[in-house]
């Protein structure tokens, strides 16, 4: 399969690309990993008659952890996270996600943002991005915005990004101390999307729950921030009633379709099962175990 | 409609240079452009991994890759895995330990392997299937393709130690 013909531009500098991206406007398209993109354009999904290169621009595969913030570049790769020694330890969320994303070869390319930017309801990304309270730092030609996770998704495969924009920045707020995490993800097989996965992002305070961050993939038209959910844990005692009236709640936050991968009463049960599970292994990883 | 961009790819240690369309394929370079057919395509939507080939030294799916992205870089198919004849110890081991029943995967599974080996040269059986795991056997003949990266694991270890033995033996 032959995508449809495009322009290819490699720049070498943020600002080139962004010139680049507010000349073609709708017809251009950002390529960072590629491994959602390239089949897409194969496909003809998609057909931008431009595609703008960020892989030649310097310095944009980073993680750094500076001014209580944990700051991502948007060419920092699945495989970088799933061998990042800081995510393992306080980013449990994200340090379990990464090795679960597509297969180890495609893990060698895709992005982080890439895959955010690409808002597939199936992603794995934007739920923990959700979970975490991330903000997404928007950059075009005209200057920079910010954009909260749960702000930017609009439904499938859309998003807030201009196409004039690129995905510059991923911001998480710096883990504190007793905070734990956990990405649970039922696939059928290595490589395949998700039937369902939960992300759970959970900070305890003097044995209460100081706040928790819910996600959800692949059981709706985008992936889902379980906001009553999460509300329900704050500031409450991390109990066997807790956990159960919350996993109750995400799973009535999910909206799934029945396909070939379950039904949609299995799908919620499966988030039930998931979130009860990830809290408690969030918590026990709070506390400094597993 | 796109011109031809020119590229230069190093491929197999050897300077390579083409005037590509952009939408070309990495694949379609490799097997079309420059005859080096031992690159299969096997499924063309990224899963398979049948076309799997080093860039830069690291696994990637080359029917994911445009051929202009590769512009610069150092792309290594199955044909660059013998030296001076000799097939690489991956090759032997695939063969010893029949590594291989139809043979299409056989490319992509010896360049993930590669790579695996170069990182981590001990790996156990879990760390080959963990690696192996964007490599598809349609044959599901996984049980000697995990048997055939040991042993060519021991292999290079052993070829490794034998210049530093004789190295300390002489000291």
Redesign the interface.
């Given at each position: 399969?032959?995508?449809?013909?495009?322009?290819?531009h490699?720049p070498r500098t943020v600002d080139e690309a962004l010139d680049l991206l507010d000349q073609f406007g709708d017809d251009g398209k950002v390529l960072a990993g590629?491994?959602s993109l390239?089949?897409l354009?194969?496909?003809r999904f998609a057909s931008p008659g431009h595609?703008v290169?960020i892989?030649k621009i310097k310095d944009l595969d980073f993680i750094e952890e500076r001014d209580g913030t944990l700051r991502i570049g948007p060419l920092f790769r699945h495989k970088s996270a799933e061998r990042s020694a800081l995510l393992a330890s306080r980013y449990h969320v994200m340090a379990d996600a990464a090795p679960m994303i597509?297969?180890?070869?495609?893990r060698?390319?895709g992005t982080i943002a890439g895959s955010v930017a690409h808002a597939d309801p199936s992603g794995d990304w934007g739920t923990v991005l959700l979970a975490i309270d991330a903000d997404l730092v928007l950059r075009s030609k005209k200057g920079s915005r910010t954009v909260k996770a749960r702000d930017f998704f609009n439904g499938p495969f859309s998003t807030s990004l201009e196409p004039t924009e690129i995905l510059t920045e991923i911001r998480i707020p710096a883990a504190k101390a007793m905070t734990g995490g956990s990405y649970l993800k039922l696939e059928r097989k290595?490589?395949d999307f998700a039937t369902v996965a939960v992300a759970i992002h959970l900070r305890m305070d003097d044995g209460k729950v100081g706040s928790a961050g819910i996600g959800l993939t692949a059981v709706g038209p985008q992936n889902i921030k379980a906001e009553k959910a999460e509300a329900s844990l704050k500031g409450v005692r991390l109990d066997d009633a807790a956990i159960k009236q919350a996993a109750a709640l995400a799973a009535e936050a999910a909206d799934p379709k029945a396909d070939h991968r379950g039904s949609v009463e299995y799908k919620r049960n499966v988030v039930r099962v998931f979130t009860e599970r990830g809290l408690k292994r969030a918590s026990e990883r709070a506390r400094g175990g597993g | 409609?796109?011109v031809g961009?020119p590229i230069t790819v190093s491929v197999n240690g050897e300077q390579r240079s083409a005037e590509v369309?952009?939408?070309?394929?990495l694949v379609?370079f490799l097997r079309e452009k420059l005859r080096l057919t031992g690159t299969h395509i096997g499924c063309?939507?990224?899963?398979c991994?049948a076309c799997?080939v080093l860039v830069d030294g690291?696994?990637?799916?080359s029917?994911?890759?445009?051929a202009?992205?590769a512009?610069g870089q150092q792309v290594t198919t199955v044909e660059g895995l013998m030296t001076a004849g000799a097939l690489h110890p991956i090759q032997a081991a695939f063969k010893e330990e029949h590594g291989l029943q139809c043979g299409f995967c056989t490319p992509g599974m010896m360049l993930?392997s590669v790579a695996l080996l170069k990182d981590n040269p001990d790996p156990s059986e879990d760390d080959i299937r963990?690696?192996i795991?964007?490599?598809i056997c349609r044959c599901t003949g996984y049980m000697n393709i995990v048997k055939a990266v040991r042993s060519a694991a021991v292999q290079m270890k052993a070829a490794a130690e034998v210049p530093a033995a004789t190295a300390a033996a002489r000291s």
């Open positions: 399969m032959l995508p449809a013909p495009f322009e290819y490699a590629g491994q390239i089949p354009l194969k496909l595609l290169d892989n597509a297969d180890p070869i495609i060698n390319r290595v490589g | 409609m796109s961009q369309e952009p939408r070309l394929l379609h063309d939507t990224t899963h991994g799997t690291t696994p990637v799916k029917c994911t890759m445009l202009v992205q512009d993930t963990w690696a795991s964007g490599n």
